[in-house]
C-alpha cells in the first residue's frame, strides 16, 4: 500500500488540490485588497485591537479614578469625552471598553467555531443517524433567539457559578476567584459560546457534505487513511473559507451580544467598562449629558458596521461564485 506522503491530491483539471488551493488563496487575498471598503474596515479593526492592547497604558487618566468636582462635564480639551456622573474620564473608559469587547469576541468566535468545526465536521462527513441527531440539537438551539436564549443562560448559570467560585476561595485563599470581574466575564463569554456555535456547525457540514465526495478524499479511504486524518488533513481545509467569513461577521455580533447582556445587567458589571453598561448608564442622562450615550454607542455601532463590512469583503473574495471575469 502506498505511504500517505505519496497522494496526489488531483482535481478535474489535473493541478494537484495543495497548488490549487495555494493559488487561490492568493487570488482571494489579492480581491480583499480591492475591496476599498473591506481595506478600510481591516485598518479600523487593527485601530480597535490596538486600543484594546495598548489604549489604558496611553490614555491619561484612570479609568476608575473618580472626581465628584468634576462630574458631568461636557467635553472639553481636558476630558475629550467629557466626565460621567462620579467624575470618571468618557474617553479611558471608552477605551478601556474595547478591551473588554475585544476579548469577549475573540474568545467567542474561537471557541464557537471550534465547537462548530467538530460538530460540523462529524455531522457531515458521517451522516445517516448521527447527522439527524447532531442537526436536530443545533436546530433547537436556533429555534431560540439568542439574546432571549443567552438571557436565560445568564441568569441560569451565575448562582452555580458563583458558589463554585466562593468554594474555591474556602478552599484554596486564592483571591483571584473573589473577582466579581472574572464572574462577569466567564459568564458571558460561555453564555454568548452555547448561543454562537450554531451557525458554524451547520455552515461547516454543507461544505464537509459536498468536499466529501471530492476525488483526493475517495483516494485516501481507498488507500485506507485514518477518518481523523481524512477529515483533518484532506476536508477541512477546503471547507473552512466560509467560516472565515462567519468568524468576521461573528465578531461583530458578539460585542452586540455582549453588550445587549451588559446593558441588561447581566453581563460584563460596573466599575469594569463595557460599552453595553456604560450606554446603560449613559440613557439615564441622556437629555442632560448625551455624551455620555453617544460616545459608546458610536463607537458600538462603527465597530459592528466594519465587521460586517470585513465580512462581506472577505465573502466575495473566498467566494469564487461571487468573482467575476
Excluded at 61 to 74: A, E, T, V
Excluded at 137 to 157: E, H, Q, R, W
Excluded at 275 to 282: K, L, P, R, S, T
Aim: net charge positive; proline share 6%; charged share 15%.
Amino acid at each position: 500500500m502506498a505511504p500517505a506522503s505519496t497522494i496526489k491530491k488531483l482535481t478535474d483539471d489535473g493541478v494537484t488540490a495543495d497548488e490549487k488551493a495555494i493559488g487561490i488563496w492568493r487570488d482571494s487575498f489579492d480581491r480583499l485588497l480591492k475591496n476599498k471598503m473591506a481595506v478600510l474596515s481591516i485598518a479600523v479593526v487593527v485601530i480597535l485591537f490596538f486600543f484594546a492592547i495598548f489604549g489604558p497604558y496611553l490614555t491619561p487618566y484612570d479609568f476608575l479614578k473618580q472626581d465628584l468636582s468634576i462630574r458631568g462635564q461636557p467635553p472639553s480639551a481636558d476630558h475629550w469625552l467629557g466626565t460621567d456622573n462620579l467624575g470618571r474620564d468618557v474617553l479611558s473608559r471608552v477605551i478601556y471598553g474595547a478591551r473588554t469587547a475585544t476579548l469577549v469576541s475573540l474568545l467567542v468566535v474561537v471557541l464557537s467555531s471550534l465547537i462548530g468545526v467538530v460538530v460540523g465536521s462529524i455531522s457531515g462527513y458521517f451522516g445517516g443517524k448521527v447527522d439527524f441527531f447532531l442537526m436536530w440539537f443545533t436546530d433547537l438551539n436556533m429555534a431560540f433567539p439568542n439574546l432571549v436564549l443567552g438571557v436565560v443562560l445568564a441568569v441560569s448559570l451565575r448562582p452555580p457559578l458563583s458558589r463554585w467560585m466562593e468554594q474555591m476561595y474556602l478552599s484554596t485563599l486564592n483571591p483571584v476567584f473573589r473577582q466579581s470581574s472574572l464572574l462577569d466575564l466567564a459568564l458571558v463569554i460561555v453564555v454568548i459560546v452555547l448561543v454562537a456555535w450554531c451557525p458554524y456547525a451547520r455552515l461547516l457540514r454543507s461544505q464537509v457534505m459536498a468536499v466529501r465526495n471530492y476525488n483526493y478524499v475517495l483516494a485516501a479511504r481507498a488507500l485506507g487513511l485514518p477518518t481523523f486524518t481524512i477529515v483533518t488533513k484532506y476536508i477541512i481545509p477546503n471547507a473552512i473559507g466560509p467560516v472565515i467569513v462567519q468568524m468576521s461577521a461573528g465578531m461583530g455580533s458578539a460585542m452586540l451580544t455582549e453588550s445587549a447582556l451588559s446593558f441588561l445587567g447581566i453581563g460584563i458589571q460596573p466599575p469594569i467598562p463595557s460599552w453595553g453598561n456604560m450606554i446603560n448608564e449613559g440613557l439615564r442622562q441622556w437629555t442632560s449629558a448625551p455624551h455620555l450615550l453617544m460616545a459608546p454607542a458610536l463607537v458600538l455601532g462603527l465597530m459592528t458596521v466594519a465587521f460586517s463590512f470585513l465580512g462581506d469583503g472577505l465573502n466575495d473574495a473566498l467566494n469564487p461564485r461571487q468573482w467575476k471575469g
